[in-house]
């Protein structure tokens, strides 16, 4: 398969130097240049937690996909990089049209966003037309336009509750998270059958003996988890949320059951505690997303100096995607969220 991210960057870095100077990229001081190009262009970079250490050490802001949401919106740059995965920069462009959106690799994308293809779930909504539908912030602008209300994990059971018990409701395309918010809220959601795979490949059986080893951590999870997971749990919540509860908790051990990017904060904020990566059910030592992880400090200063990959969108989408992630805003802002 042709990387179209790095074609792209290799045609202008050759049209520019006439040639390819590996070696001059690798000799700069990339923190040093992407501030000086985030002043000149005025740009700014949003990161997601669970983006590389260097990568949210020069971002502007990082956080999860709800304040991602609400930065992108209130922005006054011209140009927003996005240092997270496909749909978070499309709803960065949803947000802000007239705005230039960059992602350094096009390729980043998300399992479970990939879950969840527009064609499908609209025979499956065509079938209860009946059902509201709430839609998880991870998928892409054609699920968003298929949508009703868009949720994020930290929002999730704010917006679920806030409608009426009787309203029947289709929760997509996360079941864990659905399952989670139904068993929350005593609701009975129809759920589409997606999940996230970084998530999913918690092993519960090497939890529970890293448990045995540490007894006085505590298993902080995300609900995107499997319930034999989040049963494990001693504090369950978003990336948001797992950070503030590391923050205010009196313990000093945590095993972290969600992406390992986020340690990375926690660590930052509380140095004189101990952060364990819980393990996968597979041979690697922690649990890294793989689309996440395809942004480096090298491709950020590329994208920001070219200004390439840049995220285009239909315009009819755009406005029809744009009208549940307003209401969630909405709501975000009457709770308080």
């Not at 997509?172 to 609701?187: C, E, H, V």
Request: aromatic share 6%.
């Amino acid at each position: 398969m042709v990387d179209i991210n790095n074609a792209i960057i290799r045609e202008m870095i050759i049209s520019e130097k006439g040639f390819l100077d590996v070696e001059i990229l690798v000799s700069l001081d990339l923190f040093s240049e992407i501030e000086k190009l985030k002043k000149e262009k005025n740009a700014i970079i949003l990161a997601h937690y669970y983006q590389e250490p260097d990568i949210q050490d020069v971002a502007d802001y990082i956080g999860d996909s709800l304040g991602l949401s609400q930065k992108a919106e209130s922005t006054d740059a011209d140009i927003i990089v996005f240092a997270g995965v496909h749909f978070m920069a499309e709803t960065a462009k949803i947000l802000n049209p007239s705005k230039k959106v960059l992602l350094p690799d096009l390729n980043a994308g998300c399992s479970l966003s990939d879950s969840a293809p527009p064609a499908l779930f609209k025979i499956f909504k065509d079938r209860h037309p009946d059902h509201l539908v709430i839609t998880y912030i991870n998928c892409s602008a054609g699920m968003k336009a298929l949508s009703d209300i868009i949720c994020t994990s930290s929002n999730a059971q704010k917006i679920v509750e806030s409608l009426p018990v009787d309203q029947k409701i289709i929760f997509a395309p996360d079941k864990n998270l659905g399952a989670y918010i139904n068993k929350q809220t005593g609701r009975n959601m129809l759920l589409w059958n997606g999940a996230c795979m970084v998530h999913e490949i918690f092993s519960m059986e090497k939890i529970t003996r890293l448990k045995i080893r540490h007894p006085e951590a505590k298993v902080i999870a995300h609900p995107e988890c499997e319930e034999p997971v989040l049963a494990l749990a001693d504090y369950i919540g978003s990336t948001t949320g797992l950070l503030k509860y590391s923050q205010t908790s009196a313990a000093k051990e945590f095993i972290v059951v969600t992406e390992a990017g986020i340690i990375h904060q926690m660590q930052k904020s509380n140095p004189s505690k101990t952060f364990i990566p819980a393990p996968p059910n597979n041979a690697c030592a922690c649990n890294d997303c793989p689309y996440m992880k395809l942004n480096t400090l090298d491709k950020l200063y590329l994208c920001l100096k070219y200004e390439l990959p840049e995220i285009k969108m239909d315009e009819t989408l755009r406005l029809a995607a744009r009208k549940p992630i307003d209401r969630m805003l909405e709501i975000s802002a009457h709770y308080g969220l």
